[in-house]
């Protein structure tokens, strides 16, 4: 990864040019990053990025929707239209997608050009700062609002307290959800202490029992809904083991292996073993909301102490877990 000076980008009379503010990184980026299986498809060089905010400059002619001066972000995963879940009102699984940053050149620049249609207005009352996390805060609310039961007063597990794992806490929370995290060890330093600091209980379950933890939150009984956000091929056996019968798994992280898991308890107490991909419309503009409500500490998640003169240390930094969501600032 380094820093290049390139041409400001040319629009297409049916495009914007947006000034990027802020974008933040992905663990999506960091396999990209990393050059990880399944992510060999990306051409390089590529200029990543796909989460991010900014603010349009210019219009191309045949677009009427944005003008100069708007503050937008943009869904950074396009679906086709054209296939059977596009027009089955299932676009977050499309089966042509693209995405911004790895199809195509991405948001980590002072300028991007967009296809309007791909994006969204930014409530007045949220910072451009905020708003550069509307993604990933619209797959917490995919998670936790479309494809969970959780309701007020759940017990709640999120397995993995990466940025995704944050965010679906904070939304569980925010419903007014008993929520626990579990982490690990490398979590201990960063993000489990953000989350205690934001009220949420977490647990090291390589430090503490992880079943004792499940029997003194819940009464012994299980938890009500368990997220796996890990995007470890073991989360969902932990999560088998910690949810209550008649309960609910929604697994969030996408495994990174296979593993072998025994269903016999799973069908036994007829728990609902759910999966969410990606994020709707509608969820960018339920993430907005709650982002504009103040329902998501957005300040204490992110972190912009990195610069993009040596992008690198953010993505270390991320893959080691010495933070939660760097985010880089193109614009003051």
Same mark, same amino acid.
């Given at each position: 990864?380094?820093?290049?000076?390139?041409?400001? &980008?040319?629009?297409? &009379?049916?495009?914007?040019?947006?000034?990027?503010?802020?974008?933040?990184?992905?663990?999506?980026?960091a396999h990209a990053y990393e050059y990880d299986n399944?992510?060999?498809?990306?051409?390089?060089?590529?200029?990543?990025?796909?989460?991010?905010?900014?603010?349009?400059?210019?219009? @191309?002619?045949?677009?009427?929707?944005?003008?100069?001066?708007?503050?937008?972000?943009?869904? &950074?995963?396009?679906?086709?239209?054209?296939?059977?879940?596009?027009? *089955?009102?299932?676009? *977050?699984?499309?089966? *042509?997608?693209?995405?911004?940053?790895?199809?195509?050149?991405?948001?980590?620049?002072?300028?991007?050009?967009?296809?309007?249609? *791909?994006?969204?207005?930014?409530?007045?009352?949220?910072?451009?700062?905020?708003?550069?996390?509307?993604?990933?805060?619209?797959?917490?609310?995919?998670?936790?609002?479309?494809?969970?039961?959780?309701?007020?007063?759940?017990?709640?597990?999120?397995?993995?307290?990466?940025?995704? @794992?944050?965010?679906?806490?904070?939304?569980?929370?925010?419903? @007014?959800?008993?929520?626990?995290?579990?982490?690990?060890?490398?979590?201990?330093?960063?993000?489990?202490?953000?989350?205690?600091?934001?009220?949420?209980?977490?647990?090291?379950?390589?430090?503490?029992?992880?079943?004792?933890?499940?029997?003194?939150?819940?009464? @012994?009984?299980?938890?009500?809904?368990?997220?796996?956000?890990?995007?470890?091929?073991?989360?969902?056996? %932990?999560?088998?083991?910690?949810?209550?019968?008649?309960?609910?798994?929604?697994?969030?992280?996408?495994?990174?292996?296979?593993?072998?898991? %025994?269903?016999?308890?799973?069908?036994?107490?007829?728990?609902?073993?759910?999966?969410?991909?990606?994020? %709707?419309?509608?969820?960018?503009?339920?993430?907005?909301?709650?982002?504009?409500?103040?329902?998501?500490?957005?300040?204490?998640?992110?972190?912009?102490?990195?610069?993009?003169?040596? &992008?690198?240390?953010?993505?270390?930094?991320?893959?080691?877990?010495? %933070?939660?969501?760097?985010?880089?600032?193109?614009?003051?």
């Open positions: 990864m380094e820093l290049q000076e390139l041409e400001r &980008p040319s629009i297409d &009379p049916d495009e914007v040019l947006v000034n990027v503010h802020s974008a933040g990184v992905c663990g999506s980026d399944g992510y060999e498809w990306i051409q390089i060089p590529r200029i990543m990025g796909h989460e991010y905010s900014g603010e349009v400059v210019e219009v @191309g002619a045949d677009v009427d929707a944005f003008r100069a001066g708007d503050k937008i972000i943009e869904e &950074p995963i396009h679906d086709c239209g054209d296939c059977f879940q596009c027009k *089955n009102g299932q676009p *977050n699984v499309c089966q *042509n997608f693209s995405i911004t940053g790895m199809h195509r050149d991405g948001a980590y620049a002072e300028y991007v050009a967009v296809d309007p249609s *791909n994006l969204h207005a930014v409530p007045e009352a949220v910072p451009l700062r905020h708003a550069a996390i509307t993604e990933p805060t619209s797959i917490a609310t995919r998670a936790v609002l479309d494809q969970s039961t959780t309701r007020p007063g759940d017990d709640v597990l999120v397995e993995g307290p990466g940025p995704i @794992g944050v965010l679906i806490a904070t939304v569980a929370d925010s419903l @007014g959800a008993n929520v626990v995290v579990s982490g690990l060890d490398q979590d201990a330093e960063y993000r489990l202490p953000l989350l205690n600091d934001l009220g949420i209980e977490t647990i090291n379950v390589q430090a503490e029992s992880l079943d004792g933890r499940t029997d003194a939150v819940t009464g @012994g009984r299980g938890f009500d809904v368990v997220f796996d956000s890990t995007g470890h091929h073991s989360g969902i056996g %932990t999560a088998v083991e910690q949810v209550r019968k008649g309960g609910q798994i929604v697994v969030v992280g996408i495994p990174n292996d296979t593993s072998e898991v %025994t269903l016999t308890s799973v069908v036994r107490g007829e728990v609902d073993v759910n999966t969410s991909y990606g994020s %709707t419309w509608s969820n960018f503009e339920q993430a907005l909301r709650l982002m504009e409500r103040g329902e998501i500490p957005v300040d204490e998640i992110i972190d912009t102490s990195y610069g993009t003169g040596d &992008p690198s240390d953010a993505f270390e930094a991320f893959l080691n877990g010495e %933070t939660c969501k760097p985010v880089f600032q193109f614009s003051a």
